[in-house]
C-alpha cells in the first residue's frame, strides 16, 4: 500500500500540529499504522502505533502526553496530533503500516511507508 503524509510545517514551540496519513489503493483495516521520525544527523526513532482493529495505542517516552495517534475509519486516515512542541521534535515524519495485528515499535515490523513531511519547530 502507499501511503501520503501531510500536515507538516513551521511552527514555534508550544504550538500544535496535526499530521494526516492516507493510503492510495486498499484499506488500511488490517494494518497497524505508526508514525517514525527522523531529525537530521540522526537514526529514525519511533514515535506512536495504532491497532487499526481496537484502537490500541502505543507511545515512545519522549511524546507520551503530547501526541496523540488516532484513526477514522470512515476517511481511513490515520492522524498525529501534536501538541506542546518542542524544537527537540524538529524531524521529517513517516507514518508507516504493518501487517501484524500488535503493536510495535520496531521499523522492520512496518512494510509500507510514505514519503514524510517536514516538521520544524523553532525556538
Known amino acids: 500500500v502507499q501511503l501520503q503524509a501531510s500536515g507538516g510545517g513551521l511552527v514555534q514551540a508550544g504550538d500544535s500540529l496535526r499530521l494526516s496519513c492516507a493510503p492510495s489503493g486498499r484499506t488500511f483495516s488490517t494494518y497497524t499504522m505508526a508514525w517514525f521520525r527522523q531529525a537530521p544527523g540522526k537514526e529514525r526513532e519511533f514515535v506512536a502505533c495504532i491497532l487499526w482493529i481496537g484502537g490500541n495505542t502505543y507511545y515512545a517516552d519522549s511524546v507520551k502526553g503530547r501526541f496523540t495517534i488516532s484513526r477514522d475509519n470512515a476517511k481511513n486516515t490515520v492522524y498525529l496530533q501534536m501538541n506542546s512542541l518542542k524544537p527537540e521534535d524538529t524531524a521529517v515524519y513517516y507514518c508507516?503500516?504493518?501487517?501484524?495485528?500488535?503493536?510495535?515499535?520496531?521499523?522492520?515490523?512496518?512494510?509500507?511507508w510514505g514519503q514524510g513531511t517536514q516538521v520544524t519547530v523553532s525556538s
Open positions: 508507516a503500516a504493518g501487517r501484524g495485528r500488535y503493536l510495535s515499535d520496531r521499523a522492520a515490523d512496518f512494510d509500507s
